[in-house]
């Protein structure tokens, strides 16, 4: 089955206490990236990552690393997290083909809490 | 200002009725995309589209690429459809930028 999957789906943790948000995708996808979610704003993304090796800032990078070693895998770090990192993370992937649209495919999310 | 807007925001119908969900945006795309976000959180694409209409069960997508509008139609609502319906939009490159959502309840 074409999945997204992420770990883990919640998260309570502590300020300064450095922690992987995991992001596995089987379908071979050239494209992923993260987004957070908070009440009255949105998706907005964070990193992205157009294939293995190639990553860069969304609209909200800080706090934040990410790497693409596999062209399945796309972690998210948060070396030193916040309180206002508290939100709910979706990662993402799509096919990149020229030229768009391409269809967005969603991990379930999770749930971060930072206190 | 967000450079989607859904309306509305917060919708509440009786099942049966037919729904309607509202998309603008400010300048040209390439696409636009309308997401269903289910109660216990998971992002669903339902439609991607770059003109006229499709159609999917009960769900029906528009664009007007010259008005910058796009509408979500669901007929002979249910209560299962019941969720956030999130609108987004695909310039000439991978991102996405999406509008706050317009959250539906279905009452049976």
């Known amino acids: 089955e074409a999945q997204v999957t992420q770990n883990p789906r919640y998260l309570i943790t502590v300020t300064g206490k450095k922690l992987t948000v995991t992001c596995s995708q089987n379908?071979?996808?050239?494209?992923m990236s993260w987004y957070r979610q908070d009440p009255g704003l949105g998706l907005r993304q964070i990193y992205y990552?157009?294939?293995?090796?190639?990553?860069d800032k969304g609209d909200v990078p800080e706090g934040y690393k990410v790497s693409r070693k596999e062209k399945r895998n796309f972690p998210l770090i948060l070396e030193s997290p916040s309180p206002n990192q508290t939100s709910l993370y979706f990662c993402?992937?799509?096919?990149?083909?020229?030229?768009?649209?391409?269809?967005?495919?969603f991990g379930p999310g999770t749930r971060l809490t930072v206190t | 200002k967000n450079e989607v807007e859904q309306s509305p925001q917060n919708l509440t119908a009786q099942e049966g009725e037919f729904i309607t969900i509202n998309c603008s945006y400010s300048?040209?795309?390439?696409?636009l995309h309308w997401l269903q976000q289910h109660p216990g959180g998971g992002i669903v694409s339902l439609f991607m589209?770059?003109?006229g209409k499709k159609k999917h069960g009960r769900l029906i997508a528009t664009i007007n690429i010259q008005e910058k509008h796009s509408s979500l139609h669901i007929t002979a609502s249910h209560p299962r459809d019941s969720a956030v319906y999130i609108c987004?939009?695909?310039?000439?490159?991978?991102?996405?930028?999406f509008g706050t959502g317009t959250r539906l309840q279905v009452f049976p």
């Open positions: 990552s157009m294939n293995v090796e190639v990553t």
């Open positions: 987004a939009v695909q310039y000439n490159t991978d991102k996405l930028i």
């Open positions: 993402a992937s799509s096919l990149f083909p020229n030229p768009p649209p391409y269809e967005q495919y």
């Open positions: 300048v040209g795309i390439s696409a």
């Open positions: 379908m071979n996808h050239e494209y």
């Open positions: 589209l770059s003109s």
